[in-house]
């Protein structure tokens, strides 16, 4: 009893912001040995899981192993509508196609962190399997258990109201299609990061409503993505969970020092008592942060690779970033001529999507060939021997004629 204890307190504490109703209630249903069926949603805007979802992934993980029933719900209804959650304008509609598209490759990425096979596997569902056949009665019925008062209390919509800019009458039914996923699921508890708290609660309102049950709300911190800003699809700022090691070693190097301590708490498995030791550390002066962040780097691709390709990363890194020396492997491609206008070369590579960012990037100084830095956009390219682009940190390219 005591070991299920330590572990619910565990469950309730590392990655958690708040628990609807209360942190109480669900400590007591959990330590009476009741096995919950709890879930966590996410709309396919795009092909990649990333690290801000791991965070999210990493509690029902838990849950999991613990007994509970773990569902991924996959939005491929709400994706179409668009989360405006955060949002300060209007998300550009996704067909159908486009939503599944993205949701191909989700399971498999998921299957980083949970499991789909043994005796407690996580289940996978996809939302337009009842929300495709509301009626318009049923949708005017859902709604009936919101004021449009509740709606506008949602601040990204006050922001708006005030800014002068529009607010989709279609954004006001999102949360109510989430909501109305908990009660076709019948579920006891909802995870999902803070923006998402609107939403899940909307959940509990028709869950007393529709079905006379409560249902918890568990949330947790949002992860910041390599501009500082929340780990987005949309900010293209993300870490995704199956990169390959290489380059998830060189993103997580590259997040602003204030976060260290952040990501070791929610994206690794690193003891509390070690985080501690290490932030204080990190606040007295004691330690580089460099050396952190490569200590981080490490335990993020060993947990989302192995050990080995995280050794074999965290000396890629040390070559290419600290030694200056050209990178073990990288993509090549093979062009029909022996010169080459320099930004023709970007854009054929796909290493920019046009001329004007490629200009851009050499006046920046954010172009080399063969370790020597360009200068001059309407530079050619002698093709006679392989040369080696680099484009910003991260991007190289072997070209060959």
Do not use: C
Request: no cysteine; proline share 4%; charged share 30%.
């Amino acid at each position: 009893m005591k070991r299920l204890e330590e572990k619910v307190n565990h469950l309730l504490s590392r990655r958690v912001v708040e628990i609807f109703p209360d942190r109480k209630q669900l400590r007591q249903q959990l330590e009476s040995g009741q096995k919950l069926r709890l879930y966590f949603g996410v709309d396919p805007s795009s092909p990649t899981i990333h690290l801000g979802h791991a965070v999210v992934l990493k509690k029902l993980r838990q849950f999991q192993e613990l007994g509970h029933e773990v569902i991924l719900l996959i939005g491929d209804f709400t994706g179409r509508i668009g989360d405006p959650s955060g949002r300060t304008a209007e998300r550009k509609p996704l067909t159908h196609a486009q939503v599944l598209e993205n949701a191909q490759t989700y399971q498999e990425q998921a299957a980083k962190v949970l499991s789909f096979q043994g005796t407690n596997p996580a289940k996978v569902k996809f939302n337009s399997a009842w929300l495709d056949e509301l009626t318009f009665k049923d949708v005017i019925g859902l709604t009936s258990h919101f004021t449009v008062q509740q709606m506008l209390e949602r601040d990204m919509f006050q922001t708006r109201l005030s800014e002068g800019k529009p607010i989709g009458l279609h954004e006001f039914l999102y949360p109510v299609m989430q909501g109305y996923d908990s009660v076709v699921m019948d579920v006891d508890l909802e995870i999902g990061g803070t923006d998402q708290t609107f939403n899940m609660l909307a959940g509990r309102t028709l869950m007393a409503a529709l079905k006379q049950k409560e249902k918890f709300v568990l949330t947790v911190p949002l992860l910041e993505g390599l501009d500082g800003r929340k780990m987005s699809k949309s900010f293209g700022n993300v870490i995704g969970v199956t990169e390959k090691p290489q380059d998830m070693f060189g993103k997580v190097m590259s997040i602003r020092d204030e976060l260290i301590i952040k990501y070791f708490t929610l994206v690794t498995e690193v003891s509390e008592e070690e985080i501690k030791r290490l932030e204080a550390q990190l606040n007295l002066k004691e330690v580089n942060p460099m050396e952190l962040k490569k200590k981080l780097a490490f335990e993020i691709v060993k947990e989302f690779h192995s050990e080995k390709e995280a050794h074999e990363a965290a000396k890629e890194f040390e070559k290419v970033f600290q030694k200056a020396e050209i990178p073990t492997e990288m993509p090549e491609i093979k062009v029909t001529e022996n010169k080459v206008p320099l930004l023709d070369l970007l854009v054929i590579s796909n290493l920019v999507v046009s001329r004007t960012e490629g200009r851009r990037l050499i006046e920046q100084g954010g172009v080399e060939i063969n370790q020597h830095k360009v200068t001059t956009p309407n530079e050619t390219i002698d093709l006679n021997e392989p040369v080696i682009l680099r484009i910003g940190k991260r991007k190289f390219l072997r070209v060959k004629a």
